[in-house]
């Protein structure tokens, strides 16, 4: 199934220049020559993120906030929904493989200002595996969690029922690489990078969020673009 979502070009997003923190407003105008004007720990954080120091991949810059790419054996590799579920999941690579794939065509959108558009992000939607965990009548967020073992991220579920919310195993017709957060990440489309989290290992349902990695920062937790 292939589902051509609208690409967002206005990097300022439904927060506009009112709405949207100061210091996300700036980091939007500038990219990364404007991070010397956002908060001091919001700017070393960033810089002691960026693997390799510019652009990465195809366009991308590659993050990571703990130093490194963590890595995985495939053969023990198990994506998790559990929480405040009917049926808990627990998925090996194999299995993932073997469900049917979903496909979006997408803009990757940093909260920095840099984009990627004209992706294909493969895998499956959020909303199949809903559909087979069943959350309980009580779960209002999905919160997620990276086996890097520091990043955390959160959604309202119903916007990972939505058609741009998905669990990605290829980028371009290829699987995803370590640098992409393979071997699955998070992909929510309109909405910021910073909640498409990588390297992907639990979904939690629940009936309250966590604070995400960056929120803590000071990033808003509704990342999403107009």
């Known amino acids: 199934m292939v589902q051509h979502l609208r690409r967002p070009d206005d990097a300022a997003g439904e927060f506009g220049t009112k709405n949207m923190p100061r210091r996300v407003f700036l980091g939007l105008l500038g990219g990364a020559a404007a991070l010397g004007v956002i908060a001091p720990g919001i700017q070393a954080k960033l810089a002691g993120s960026v693997v390799g120091g510019a652009v990465g991949l195809d366009g991308y810059q590659i993050y990571t906030v703990t130093g490194g790419i963590p890595t995985f054996d495939p053969a023990t590799y198990r994506l998790r929904v559990d929480g405040m579920v009917r ?9 993932l493989g073997a469900l049917r794939p979903d496909t ?7 909260v920095t200002g840099w984009q990627v558009p004209n992706q294909v992000f493969e895998g499956v939607n959020l909303s199949r595996l809903l559909a087979e965990a069943s959350p309980l009548s009580g ?7 990276s086996f890097d ?4 991220e959160s959604l309202p579920i119903r916007v990972a029922l939505g058609p741009g919310a998905m669990v990605v195993t290829h980028l371009d017709g290829k ?8 071997p699955v990440r998070l992909f929510v489309d309109h ?4 909640k498409s989290i ?5 979904i939690e349902a629940s009936s ?14 509704n990342a999403k673009i107009g």
């Open 208 to 221: 309250q969020p966590i604070t995400g990695y960056w929120e803590h920062y000071g990033y808003p937790e």
């Open 175 to 182: 699987p995803l690489s370590a640098n992409h957060g393979a």
């Open 104 to 110: 979006l065509h997408a803009t990757f959108q940093c």
């Open 198 to 202: 990588k390297w992907l290992s639990r």
């Open 191 to 194: 909405y910021y990078g910073y």
């Open 87 to 95: 049926r808990p999941l627990s998925l090996g690579l194999h299995q």
């Open 149 to 152: 073992g520091t990043y955390t």
């Open 139 to 145: 779960a209002r967020y999905l919160n997620f969690y």
